[in-house]
């Protein structure tokens, strides 16, 4: 019944430019919806779905690309609330690129509480606005201004980073193996890093704890690597620093978690092709040369490793993953390693090799990993 | 053993032994013992019981002379738990004669022999909490009352005699009433008050409610003053007294009635004593009875007996009159409900009339919704049966059964498994019968007929029909509302963004505003269509009808 009344104002699509600077590119959209609005029409707002069924794996890239799949979000009483909060986040955002300022995702939550009414309950509200915002301009939240708190990962190893200084610019190189028992920290924006470093590979490791035992007994030193601790599953910093590094330096790069579906199919999966949620950035957020050389099922056996039993939500996992994960779809070498894990109802952790003293793990695990291509995955 | 057997040659045997001991119990003895029997099992509710047995007699009294009942209730705290119970009513009095049976003897009535819609049924009542007094206080029952302007008053005081249930006048003479006609009681018993559920206030005011035509004025222990007053001018539709219907007669009655018919042949006896027997059905009963039609009742055995009362169950029968019954109808119901009770909406229905087991009855239920009734907890059931509230047992009462039975959720209230709906609501449902089952004599609770079950939850759902459709129109004008302030609320900031990016001026943010207004408001009908998409995501997936729902809410 509302299509026949065609005087009540119709939908108006509004173009969201995908080039040129991000903010022409807001004022543009906005000049869209202003123009709409006096004609007494209702401006409609195309962003992409931002999940994993929206996204598909591209081989030959080596990383997820989001589909067409897209949301309509048209300006009516009930989106009015949405609509006014993306508009002021619009504002803020052009705002800081115009000043050449910088807001956190929390600063931003915060800002949003001068809105009166508009403003956010909490931050993950905000934070799904910026992130809508992202998709529609196809963008990293860096570029509209806006910082994570995240920590990007802990570095060390045989890698100088030439940073800035942020007071005078002048340029500072950070020797990342002289951090004494510490480690160089990756920033929230990495775009702008260089590197110089001879070191033959990149370790990207799970756990804190792992990293420490490495670091502790130099293993990068032996290796002549780069260790990096991605604490869980990688944030986009992480992700981007690893992928800058790998491309200046031509570096291969090597994952080391646990043997569960969690450190496969969250974090390594995340690391190499992105994620579901971040699809229209994944070409700058991913690592697609990396490879696995965590625990497998075959290690389990091999190293007679102690196991814990799988848990209902690691099968639920699996099965999500072998359904659902465009990745592990078309990696019959993934599917194979998960339904075997599976079979075992099993899994074993990074420091489960202490079993056969402390350093096992350097001495003999990543050795023999390393030496042996076949056993690794892809 | 064959010693004692010896032994008992010489004395007296067990047997004997028993006998001597074996004796008539008398009724009154017999309920002095059982006084949770009526009702009287604890001192709270021995004062609600009193005063519900003295106005329930009262206002039968009124209704049958055909006068607006008016009736006061006075409690007075005569300290140590005991309690002066005052009832008065402008009934039509009571002659001198029948005074000691009525309020001094047990099962002394004229209810019970009649098959009419009334109160009382059994004559225990009133008679009952004289027992109780004068068990607990010492004290007698006094009585004064009055048959006609022109006549004197007549007092007295009275004792049961519980082993005789004979009543004892104690003292008695003329007076002077200033009134009509009339009748006071005044009675001590040992009670206990407290005010709240089950309490005499709770119970007059439930009264008021179901009988709008009464006006009560009571007096609480603590002389607080409280006046229900009547609703309407308007009667009760006398009940007519009907002759019972062959399908409710059991065998023992049968026996009995079989024995004390004046009828001389079987055939007239089933014509006149019984409803809805012709003498084509008369004739039909006795052949499937393969008895004949002019069989004298008084010469008919056990087994013939048994014979008709199988071939009544194996006849098909007309339905018993239904216009023995008085319902109050539902225009009355929501007249009592509104002034007794301040919700926002009303609703009531009067079901037609059904039969369980021979008896005629008329299911009413009635809502209130809203306004100031208390929303977080399970609805107040308020049970009626003959215009008297049912104030104990809920849980055993088919009403409950009904109410909990019925689906609540579609009208609107909210309700878990097995359990009376949640909500600002009261819901109401009355039973009319010439004779109301009850689960037990102290008459609180009433049994689980299926037919009345039935008719009861189909009552309910008409009113609950009647509660959806207000209801949901109340939450939709609530959402318009919400929508409304919604778009006041964020309009100024979409215009306030644009106008910080796009550096507008201040007439351009104006229009902004005022154009998106225009749009959101007028398009409203719009939103049905264009918001599925938006609406699961920011929680607001309520549908609009057309027109603007400006009425319901009142």
Same mark, same amino acid.
């Given at each position: ?13 509004? %173009? ?147 940073? %800035? ?179 075992? %109802? ?33 | ?41 604890? %001192? ?85 909490? +004289? ?236 809502? +209130? ?32 059964? +009904?109410?909990? =039975? ?40 009433? +049994? ?101 729902? =400006?009425?319901?809410?009142?």
């Amino acid at each position: 019944m509302a299509k026949d009344n065609k005087d009540e104002g119709k939908d108006v699509k509004i %173009k969201v430019k995908r080039d040129g600077k991000v903010s022409a590119r807001i004022v543009d959209l906005s000049k869209g919806i202003f123009d709409t609005i006096i004609k007494k029409d209702h401006p409609q707002i195309e962003t992409p779905i931002r999940a994993l069924s929206n996204v598909s794996y591209d081989p030959k890239s080596g990383y997820f690309v989001l589909q067409d799949t897209t949301k309509t979000r048209t300006l009516t009483v009930n989106t009015v609330k949405t609509f006014a909060q993306t508009l002021r986040m619009l504002a803020l955002s052009k705002n800081l690129v115009d000043t050449d300022d910088i807001a956190t995702k929390r600063e931003a939550y915060y800002v949003s509480k001068n809105w009166g009414e508009a403003r956010f309950h909490e931050q993950p509200e905000s934070d799904t606005v910026m992130d809508d915002i992202e998709a529609m301009f196809m963008v990293n939240r860096e570029q509209l201004g806006f910082l994570p708190e995240e920590k990007g990962g802990d570095v060390a190893g045989q890698l100088i980073v030439v940073d %800035k200084d942020p007071e005078t610019g002048k340029e500072v190189k950070i020797d990342c193996t002289k951090m004494g028992t510490g480690a160089y920290s990756v920033p929230s924006s990495v775009e702008e890093l260089k590197f110089e470093t001879k070191a033959k590979f990149i370790l990207a490791i799970e756990t804190a704890g792992m990293y420490q035992r490495l670091v502790k007994h130099f293993y990068w030193k032996k290796a002549n690597c780069i260790l990096i601790s991605m604490g869980g599953v990688p944030t986009r910093a992480c992700r981007r620093f690893i992928r800058r590094l790998s491309d200046d330096k031509k570096l291969p790069v090597f994952v080391f978690t646990d043997g569960d579906p969690y450190g496969w199919l969250n974090i390594y999966r995340t690391l190499k092709v992105g994620s579901g949620n971040a699809a229209h950035i994944n070409q700058y957020f991913c690592v697609p040369q990396a490879k696995f050389i965590g625990i497998t099922a075959q290690d389990i056996i091999k190293y007679d490793l102690p196991t814990h039993p799988l848990k209902e939500i690691d099968i639920k996992r699996v099965k999500d993953g072998i359904k659902n994960d465009p990745f592990i779809q078309q990696s019959p070498q993934w599917q194979k390693a998960l339904n075997d894990l599976v079979k075992m %109802k099993k899994r074993a952790e990074q420091q489960a090799l202490a079993k056969h003293g402390l350093n096992y793990v350097i001495t003999t695990y990543l050795p023999d990993k390393m030496a042996d291509p076949k056993s690794w995955l892809p | 053993m064959a010693k004692d057997a010896k032994e008992n040659k010489e004395t007296l045997t067990t047997a004997d032994r028993l006998a001597e001991k074996q004796r008539d119990i008398g009724v009154a003895e017999f309920f002095a013992r059982n006084r949770h029997l009526l009702g009287f099992d604890n %001192k709270r509710k021995a004062l609600l019981m009193t005063v519900k047995e003295a106005v329930d007699n009262a206002l039968d009294a009124c209704e049958e002379a055909v006068i607006l009942p008016e009736i006061s209730v006075e409690l007075i705290d005569m300290q140590n738990d005991r309690f002066r119970v005052i009832v008065e009513d402008n009934g039509p009095g009571i002659v001198k004669k029948q005074v000691p049976n009525i309020f001094a003897k047990l099962l002394y009535g004229s209810k019970f022999h009649t098959f009419k819609q009334a109160r009382g049924q059994q004559g225990i009542g009133i008679s009952a909490a +004289a027992l109780y007094g004068q068990l607990t206080t010492g004290r007698p029952i006094k009585i004064l009352t009055k048959i006609g302007p022109d006549k004197p008053a007549y007092y007295c005081e009275l004792h049961i005699d519980t082993k005789n249930n004979k009543p004892e006048i104690i003292r008695e003479e003329e007076k002077e009433w200033k009134k009509e006609h009339g009748t006071r009681l005044e009675l001590d018993i040992e009670a206990t008050y407290q005010k709240g559920p089950q309490s005499v206030d709770q119970y007059l005011k439930e009264t008021a409610i179901v009988n709008p035509h009464v006006t009560v004025i009571y007096t609480t222990p603590k002389a607080e003053q409280f006046v229900f007053p009547r609703a309407t001018d308007q009667l009760p539709k006398e009940p007519k007294e009907i002759k019972p219907h062959p399908y409710g007669i059991e065998l023992g009655v049968m026996m009995k009635m079989v024995k004390w018919t004046e009828c001389r042949t079987l055939q007239a006896f089933l014509t006149q004593e019984f409803s809805r027997v012709g003498s084509g059905t008369a004739k039909e009963l006795c052949e499937k009875a393969a008895l004949p039609p002019n069989t004298k009742p008084a010469d008919m055995t056990p087994q013939m007996i048994e014979r008709l009362v199988e071939a009544i169950k194996n006849t098909k029968l007309i339905s018993p009159p239904t216009d023995c019954i008085s319902p109050i109808t539902s225009e009355l119901i929501e007249r009592g409900l509104k002034k007794e009770i301040k919700a926002e909406f009303f609703c009531s229905i009067t079901r037609p009339p059904a039969v369980y087991r021979g008896n005629p009855f008329v299911i009413e239920a009635a809502i +209130a919704y809203g306004g100031e009734l208390p929303g977080d907890r399970p609805s107040e059931v308020l049970r009626f049966a003959n215009r008297v509230p049912l104030m104990y047992q809920q849980g055993a009462c088919a009403i409950n059964e +009904a109410v909990i =039975d019925t689906n609540w959720r579609p009208y609107g209230l909210n309700q878990s498994q097995g359990s009376v709906p949640q909500g600002p609501v009261i819901i109401l449902v009355h039973l009319a019968s010439v004779w109301a089952p009850f689960t037990s004599e102290a008459k609180e609770a009433i +049994a689980h007929y299926p037919e009345i079950i039935k008719e009861m939850k189909l009552a309910l759902q008409e009113c609950g029909r009647l509660l959806g459709s207000y209801v949901n129109k109340k939450k939709r004008v609530q959402s318009e509302f919400k929508k409304r302030s919604y778009i006041e609320k964020y309009l100024p900031h979409i215009g306030g963004a644009l106008k910080e990016i796009l550096a507008l001026n201040d007439t351009q943010e104006r229009k902004v505003i005022e154009s998106l207004k225009d749009v959101l408001e007028t398009s409203r009908h719009a939103i049905e269509l264009d918001s599925v998409e938006g609406a699961g995501e920011d929680g607001f997936g309520l549908e609009f009808e057309e027109e603007k729902t =400006d009425e319901g809410e009142e």
